[in-house]
């Protein structure tokens, strides 16, 4: 054991040398230290206290944490055939175990004994909360039911983690397994030089002659966005909205990768799950930690956003619908048409293209620009560091207040084989004080952004649409969230113990400045000329910044309501399908409606393999919070004329993202605003204000 690299805590993780057969000794081992642990805090006490019973039980369970997030990972970023086989393998040991401790009676007693102890009183906010919120949680677990029942419980923790980490492999299969070689350069008409580029380097890596595509997002996206072959955006659209499903085509291998069925098991497994725990359905059971009250009040938060947008969306459709008929001559304008008309139509009335913005983001001046902001705002400096990683690709850097370190992050930009597609933070390391010292925050950060090409055998760099500016930004905020902790109780420092409906606050917030002047002028350089991005353009992007606002809400408010009546009053095994849902929620919300082939259900990873079931309106709902928090900004700047406000960055870092999760979350906005959140600051940046 004292060789296998996976139970090596004493530093960062040793990347460079966790193989796949080092999980299972790891885990096995990691999971018999923790049985023993338990098996001593079970033992009756007369005196339960935070120092005997909390402390040992999280030193214990932290190292199981940290062990099992690195390979789950690893799954995510690289995969391959033996690590995804020993990561199923090792999945249902470690799900047994955490079920089996969320139902522990005798520490559920222990738990409630503390609570009602006069020692509760002493102790900080922050280990009060984790008190009261581990009572929640073993009441969430199961600890009440009884024998037969929690037994069952345990049965649908373990399938339902086995189900949605199929539902991740299916996704990830098809996507990886589909390409499409073009051998004829007139049929990618309109493409960008760039987009073609990596076309020809992916299949020259084959092999092969020709622009090879995957769907993989920076490879598929522009051809829907660009091409002006209609026949290659249909293909290309079709093999994306069918992925994953009965109707994709994955060649030999198509039914096994269909998640049709991990949809039924999914929705059938988490309506028992809230039946056993007294529940209707199982939107109410997510809702317990959030700070949503009720389905029924996020439902009528979702249909009055909806229709608030509404009008706006039809605007927006009727102009795009207008538009090409005129001016491209498609009478009948799909789903594959959409961003290729949109992106016409925003040339045509703004002047300016998503690739003639590109030009002037290159990696390495976003890189500096975000960083220079957050240093600006938060009083820290972030600076590389080393690091073992998974990847030749993968950079890592530490965060420092003077001269003291505070946390830091590993960065994987592109998309590649074998990783997961989407963006996301995770938690590699949470801060805590342990025997006695410092424990610092650790995150993962990770895109899907183009990788940089070769061309003519000169490098060059990446280049990043602004909308990929506006991601980087929103998982850095996530990332901020985490590391800018200063609380010292790892349950909840950072991310951990912060209600799921809020935890996009930070996130959506940073969002903001990627369309500020103030910010751009220092993230920005043509990749060829090196002039920053003129003040004329910036004026034409933020004139565009709203430009099918409606559009784009009612989408997200579709989502989320399909998410929300999935998990309230949709019967698994009733007759009403979840296509038939789906098409219920379009007619009623929705102006596009797209054909009957799509299935971007089958590959709704959020929400069936990514913890946002019954939460997916947490996007729409944090965005509240955002967009009323950078007002605070926008208000310090009517009074001194920047919104790079320090003073409100300071306040911002005190009362968000230095609490984490040691108090609720609207106390905390409310301690940063001086009140509760509104719904007109939202309204007013996406352009849908009355």
């Not at 965005?623 to 003073?647: P, Q, R, W």
Request: net charge negative.
């Amino acid at each position: 054991m004292t060789d296998n690299p996976l139970l090596d805590f004493s530093g960062l993780p040793r990347f460079d040398a966790i193989k796949p057969e080092h999980v299972t000794p790891a885990i096995e081992h990691l999971l018999e230290k923790n049985r023993a642990a338990v098996a001593q805090l079970e033992a009756p006490s007369d005196n339960v206290t935070w120092d005997n019973f909390v402390t040992p039980l999280e030193n214990s369970t932290e190292l199981l944490g940290r062990a099992w997030g690195i390979v789950s990972h690893l799954n995510n970023v690289v995969d391959t055939p033996e690590l995804r086989a020993t990561y199923n393998d090792n999945l249902p040991k470690v799900t047994e175990f955490w079920t089996a401790l969320a139902q522990n009676e005798a520490l559920f007693a222990k738990y409630k004994a503390l609570r009602a102890s006069a020692e509760f009183a002493t102790l900080s906010p922050a280990r009060q909360r984790i008190i009261d919120n581990a009572i929640r949680d073993f009441r969430m677990g199961g600890a009440e039911l009884p024998a037969d029942k929690k037994e069952r419980f345990a049965e649908i923790q373990e399938e339902h983690a086995a189900t949605s980490t199929r539902f991740s492999e299916n996704v990830l299969d098809a996507t990886n397994d589909w390409k499409l070689l073009v051998e004829d350069e007139s049929e990618l008409r309109g493409l960008p030089d760039d987009s073609k580029a990596a076309a020809k380097a992916l299949a020259e890596k084959d092999g092969k002659q020709g622009w090879q595509f995957t769907l993989h997002f920076p490879s598929y996206y522009p051809i829907l966005q660009f091409c002006d072959n209609r026949a290659l955006r249909e293909k290309v659209y079709r093999a994306n909205a069918t992925k994953a499903s009965e109707l994709g085509d994955a060649f030999s291998k198509r039914e096994d990768w269909d998640n049709t069925g991990n949809i039924a098991t999914l929705l059938k497994l988490r309506a028992e799950e809230a039946h056993l725990l007294g529940y209707r359905n199982f939107a109410e059971v997510s809702l317990v930690p959030k700070m949503a009250k009720s389905p029924e009040q996020v439902i009528e938060f979702l249909e009055d956003l909806a229709k608030r947008a509404r009008p706006f969306a039809e605007k927006d459709l009727a102009e795009l619908q207008a538009y090409a008929s005129k001016e491209l001559g498609i009478k009948d304008l799909q789903s594959w048409d959409l961003p290729y008309a949109s992106e016409k139509l925003q040339q045509h009335l703004y002047s300016f293209s998503a690739q003639e913005v590109k030009q002037y983001f290159p990696e390495h001046k976003v890189i500096d620009g975000l960083f220079k902001l957050v240093q600006t705002l938060f009083g820290v400096s972030i600076k590389p560091d080393s690091a073992p990683v998974w990847h030749k690709d993968v950079r890592f850097y530490r965060i420092e207040r003077d001269g003291i370190l505070v946390g830091q992050f590993y960065l994987d930009l592109y998309a590649r084989e074998g990783k997961s597609g989407g963006a996301w933070m995770d938690d590699a390391r949470g801060r805590r004080i342990k025997n006695g010292q410092l424990q610092t925050p650790v995150a993962y950060l990770t895109c899907n952004f183009t990788e940089p090409l070769v061309v003519d055998n000169v490098p060059q760099p990446s280049l990043f649409t602004h909308d990929e500016v506006i991601t980087l930004f929103h998982e850095f905020g996530h990332g901020l969230h985490h590391m800018l902790t200063q609380v010292e109780e790892l349950a909840v420092s950072g991310i951990s113990g912060v209600e799921w409906d809020a935890v996009e606050l930070p996130s959506q917030f940073m969002e903001n400045f990627c369309w500020e002047w103030d910010v751009l002028s220092h993230m920005s350089a043509h990749v060829k000329s090196g002039l920053p991005l003129p003040r004329a353009l910036y004026d034409r992007m933020l004139a565009a910044k709203n430009f099918q606002s409606g559009l784009q809400t009612l989408r997200q408010v579709e989502f989320a309501l399909l998410d929300m009546l999935l998990h309230y009053d949709f019967q698994p095994s009733g007759a009403q399908s979840v296509q038939d849902l789906i098409d219920d929620v379009r007619r009623k919300f929705a102006v596009i409606i797209p054909p009957s082939f799509n299935r971007f259900q089958h590959s709704f990873g959020h929400i069936f393999a990514g913890g946002y079931a019954a939460g997916y309106y947490s996007y729409k709902w944090a965005e509240v919070l955002s967009a009323d928090a950078y007002a605070a900004f926008e208000e310090a700047a009517a009074l001194d004329g920047g919104k790079l406000s320090t003073d409100t960055g300071k306040r911002f870092q005190q009362e968000i993202l230095a609490v984490g999760g040691s108090r609720p979350a609207l106390e905390s906005f409310t301690a940063f605003r001086g009140r509760e959140p509104t719904i007109d600051a939202l309204l007013r940046h996406s352009g849908m204000a009355a």
